[in-house]
């Protein structure tokens, strides 16, 4: 069984600091898809980043940073120089290769950015 | 690209009655997916339509609910005599193939 877990529930950072959202999956598939995901308070969903399992590389794109490390099973997000306007539930997913879009999602973190 | 609509927005109603909600996703995905999100957790899957075909459904899914993809464009889900347990926020999203899922701003159900 799938299974995604997202140990900090929420967590609390002043304007410009660099903060780090963690994630742990489990599954038993070679071939897997993990997902970030951002809710902010409107409660739409937005999508952030997919990644296949055979690509361990770093991804960077603006403020925004992932970590993906097969041999601790984490795709760990990081967010530079957070701002007011990243605060929000951050979700990492995961899919296997056969489910598509039928993500397993870890229960979020909710990050507050305060001024 | 008008996003993926969800209707209503809100949703009170009685237990016991039936419920129905209705997803209009972005117009040329063919795919459509039904998630419930309850208060502090993230989203489950429930169901995914392909065009107007019902392709999985998640054990979640019990008897009483039935969704319908009539000629793959709109969706809607029905939940028959409800609980309290379906208090929920019920999450559509649409993608094209396995494109990242574009998801609508979800309708919320109490249960009363």
């Known amino acids: 069984a799938q299974k995604v877990t997202q140990a900090q529930t929420e967590i609390s950072v002043v304007e410009k600091e660099d903060v780090t959202l963690d994630c742990v999956y489990e599954?038993?598939?070679?071939?897997?898809?993990l997902f970030w995901y951002k809710q902010p308070p409107s409660g739409e969903l937005v999508f952030l980043i997919r990644?296949?399992?055979?690509?361990?590389q770093n991804e960077i794109s603006g403020r925004y940073s992932w970590n993906f490390q097969k041999s601790t099973s984490s795709f760990n997000f990081t967010i530079t120089a957070s701002q007011v306007v990243d605060s929000a539930v951050y979700f990492c997913a995961l899919s296997d290769n056969n489910a598509g879009n039928m993500l397993t999602f870890g229960g979020g973190t909710r990050l507050m950015v305060k001024p | 690209d008008t996003g993926v609509s969800q209707d209503p927005r809100h949703k009170i109603t009685k237990r016991g009655q039936n419920v129905t909600f209705r997803c209009d996703p972005i117009s040329e995905h063919n795919r459509l997916y039904w998630y419930r999100q309850t208060l502090g957790q993230g989203p489950e899957f429930l169901t995914y339509?392909?065009?107007?075909?019902?392709?999985?459904k998640s054990r979640l899914l019990s008897d009483r609910f039935s969704a319908e993809r009539p000629k793959g464009s709109f969706s809607t889900l029905e939940i028959q005599r409800t609980e309290q347990g379906d208090s929920a926020m019920y999450l559509c999203?649409?993608?094209?193939?396995?494109?990242?899922?574009?998801f609508g701003n979800g309708t919320r159900l109490t249960v009363t």
């Open positions: 339509f392909q065009n107007e075909a019902q392709l999985e």
């Open positions: 599954t038993r598939d070679t071939t897997y898809y």
């Open positions: 999203a649409s993608s094209l193939s396995f494109s990242p899922l574009h």
């Open positions: 990644r296949n399992s055979f690509d361990e």
